[in-house]
């Protein structure tokens, strides 16, 4: 199993770990990966929590469960996100070639910024593949680990970027729903090749 985690308290500080200091609007407590290799199945059964988390599956499916037991589970690609005090209880198959991308965090801003972005009722989140997403969490691990100076502040932005970005996508999947086949097939089409030479030619076939 690969794991690459990053913490803003110590080991020592390990029982305040969802406790973000006082006056911060948006700050990140934790963030990692986990990719199985070898071992076939890696289980999460976090004690109720005070922060919020988000997780990303690269790949691989993450199977969660309710309160009561009921299952459910989050495609590869998908996020998935926990508020506060909600139960957290999931897996992960090296079967499934799992590769799964988290973080942990809070502030006084967290609520208005999901709820703005239509995300803060949302559990499973499913947006189209972008490379970006793992780099902010890349991103996020390595300023954590190193803390460099204004490390609160950029890790803040990193996570700001990726809740809008996802915000965003959502927009969009409502916005393509309303448009004919035709214009929503040439609108993706545009958009998975933006970088390459585009002819009038070429859309309209």
């Known amino acids: 199993?690969?794991?690459?985690?990053?913490?803003?308290?110590?080991?020592?500080?390990?029982?305040?770990?969802?406790?973000?200091?006082?006056?911060?609007?948006?700050?990140?407590?934790?963030?990692?990966?986990?990719?199985?290799?070898?071992?076939?199945?890696?289980?999460?059964?976090?004690?109720?929590?005070?922060?919020?988390?988000?997780?990303?599956?690269?790949?691989?499916?993450?199977?969660?469960?309710?309160?009561?037991?009921?299952?459910?589970?989050?495609?590869?690609?998908?996020?998935?996100?926990?508020?506060?005090?909600?139960?957290?209880?999931?897996?992960?198959?090296?079967?499934?070639?799992?590769?799964?991308?988290?973080?942990?965090?809070?502030?006084?801003?967290?609520?208005?910024?999901?709820q703005t972005y239509n995300l803060i009722d949302k559990r499973v989140i499913i947006v189209p593949p972008k490379k970006r997403y793992r780099q902010l969490f890349k991103l996020m691990r390595t300023t954590l680990e190193n803390k460099p100076e204004y490390c609160i502040e950029l890790c803040s932005l990193y996570i700001q970027e990726l809740i809008v970005s996802l915000g965003s996508e959502l927009k969009k999947q409502e916005l393509y729903k309303n448009y004919p086949d035709c214009i929503r097939i040439v609108m993706e089409y545009i958009e998975n090749n933006y970088h390459k030479k585009l002819t009038i030619n070429e859309l309209s076939n």
């Open 1 to 114: 199993m690969r794991i690459e985690n990053a913490y803003y308290y110590t080991f020592e500080f390990k029982k305040t770990t969802d406790i973000i200091p006082k006056g911060h609007i948006l700050f990140l407590l934790s963030t990692g990966r986990t990719k199985l290799l070898t071992v076939p199945t890696a289980k999460t059964l976090h004690p109720p929590r005070k922060d919020y988390q988000l997780i990303y599956m690269h790949s691989g499916s993450l199977h969660y469960f309710d309160k009561d037991g009921t299952p459910h589970t989050a495609p590869p690609g998908s996020f998935v996100l926990y508020k506060p005090y909600e139960h957290q209880e999931f897996y992960i198959t090296a079967e499934e070639n799992a590769d799964k991308y988290w973080c942990h965090f809070d502030g006084v801003f967290v609520e208005q910024l999901l």
